[in-house]
């Protein structure tokens, strides 16, 4: 009886483990504000460093209309030497424009705990464009487009 329970256990378990697996995470990142304090105009995407481990190069498609917008909140850990670059890839700047980016410090004070990089991005006219951001180290030499997010946006 008690091997059957055990075995029960470790079934449940491992449906739990792979739960936790699946692709983009719902969490919200350490050191991200919390998404009620964003304005109901603005969409918001959130990655978290386990959404790249699993799958590094990121792709999602987003709507919102003229004059609304999105916030994309990625993990960074800049301690490692890599950033995401400041100025998204954005292939149609008349559709979309990119408002703001800011570094937010991580939360937690273990060495190595991550932050977050937030991208606003706003809608100027109806219209598509693909916007790319990548996580690289800056300097010659260094290994480029390590994670990439790339968000195909429709504007209506």
């Not at 699946?22 to 109901?40: L, R």
């Not at 464009?129 to 260094?142: D, I, N």
């Amino acid at each position: 009886m008690k091997i059957k329970l055990i075995m029960v256990a470790l079934a449940v378990l491992l449906a739990l483990s792979l739960l936790a697996c699946s692709s983009k995470s719902t969490e919200i990142p350490p050191g991200t504000p919390d998404p009620s304090t964003y304005a109901a105009a603005t969409t918001v995407e959130f990655y978290t460093c386990n959404d790249f481990a699993t799958e590094p190069n990121m792709t999602d498609d987003v709507v919102f209309t003229v004059g609304k917008g999105v916030s994309i909140i990625l993990c960074s850990n800049q301690t490692t030497g890599f950033q995401w670059n400041e100025q998204a890839q954005i292939s149609d700047p008349e559709v979309i424009e990119q408002t703001g980016h800011q570094y937010s410090a991580p939360s937690s004070s273990k060495p190595g705990a991550a932050g977050t990089e937030t991208f606003n991005l706003k809608g100027l006219k109806k219209g598509t464009a693909t916007v790319k951001l990548e996580y690289s180290r800056p300097w010659e030499g260094g290994e480029k487009a390590e994670w990439t997010c790339t968000l195909n946006i429709t504007v209506k």
